[in-house]
């Protein structure tokens, strides 16, 4: 999965700049989906909350997208390996505007059954697996 | 590829070290109340998939991505962990949702995210656009 962060890298930039940044940015997302790399991927809204506590008794407005480090945008990428999809990252139009990609391998498990192998791992029925290794599509 | 509607969120799960220092019985009961939450969503048609994601991986910056950083840092309270896809009625059922996530009471952190119809730069650019073309005929 890839994370884009930092979603006010536009501020800056002309309209020209803007408009044929957007045209890199169509033209790279349209790319991979005819290469069929793409799973899932869509924008983030601005609005949104943040849940905390027991029960979610906390329940804030955020995050802030402001920040640098505020998820504006998200990615499911197929690829072959974590360089694979590093690579795919490095060609993101927007990078050179200062965004970043957080690069992440999806899991078909909780990584706390790897963590405490004490666990007893409940089964689950085959189409309830499937869910957790196909993309929201 | 999805169809994006109004009613559809992303749920962030942010922290990834809120499972430390927990008892076996303690781990094991949040595990399976996690697992039985996500397939009770999904049988409601509430949740449409999910993911929990590797701690380790890529941060890629700079220009050309010049910099591929190991990432991101492994134990953080801020770390995105995992996600569920949701659709909803609104966006009360999405938080009403996301306060019956098991891991909350042991410092797990949701996020709600409304999944947005057309892009915030490509919004902007065109409103942008509009303004200018409304300069220009004034």
Redesign the interface.
């Known amino acids: 999965m890839l994370l884009f962060r930092g979603p006010h890298w536009d501020r800056e930039l002309s309209t020209d700049e803007l408009q044929q940044t957007m045209d890199k940015v169509m033209a790279w997302f349209e790319g991979l989906n005819e290469r069929g790399r793409i799973k899932a991927a869509q924008p983030l809204g601005g609005q949104g909350r943040v849940i905390t506590g027991t029960d979610g008794r906390f329940v804030v407005d955020g995050p802030f997208t402001e920040t640098k480090e505020a998820v504006g945008g998200y990615l499911l990428l197929q690829a072959d390996s974590l360089d694979e999809a590093v690579e795919i990252a490095r060609s993101m139009p927007t990078l050179r505007y200062g965004i970043s990609v957080e690069v992440r391998p999806i899991l078909a498990e909780c990584p706390i059954f790897r963590r405490h192998p004490e666990l007893v791992r409940r089964d689950t029925d085959p189409a309830a697996e499937e869910l957790w290794i196909t993309a929201a599509a | 590829?999805?169809t994006?509607t109004k009613t559809?969120y992303?749920l962030?799960f942010r922290g990834?070290v809120w499972?430390r220092g927990l008892s076996?019985a303690q781990?094991?009961k949040v595990?399976?109340d996690?697992?039985a939450w996500?397939?009770r969503l999904?049988a409601e048609g509430k949740c449409?998939?999910?993911?929990?994601?590797?701690?380790?991986?890529?941060?890629?910056?700079?220009?050309?991505?010049?910099a591929?950083a190991d990432?991101?840092f492994a134990e953080s309270k801020?770390a995105?962990?995992?996600?569920f896809?949701l659709q909803v009625a609104d966006?009360g059922e999405a938080?009403e949702i996301?306060?019956?996530?098991p891991g909350?009471?042991y410092?797990a952190?949701?996020?709600?995210?409304?999944?947005?119809d057309?892009?915030?730069?490509?919004q902007?650019?065109q409103e942008?656009?509009k303004s200018?073309l409304a300069g220009a005929t004034a």
């Open positions: 590829m999805s994006t559809d992303l962030l990834n499972d076996p781990l094991q595990v399976s996690w697992m996500f397939e999904k449409l998939g999910g993911h929990p994601l590797e701690d380790e991986g890529k941060v890629v910056s700079g220009k050309q991505g010049r591929v990432g991101p801020e995105i962990g995992g996600y896809y966006e938080i996301a306060r019956q996530c909350l009471e410092g952190v949701v996020e709600v995210r409304p999944v947005a057309v892009c915030s730069v490509k902007r650019a942008y656009s200018e």
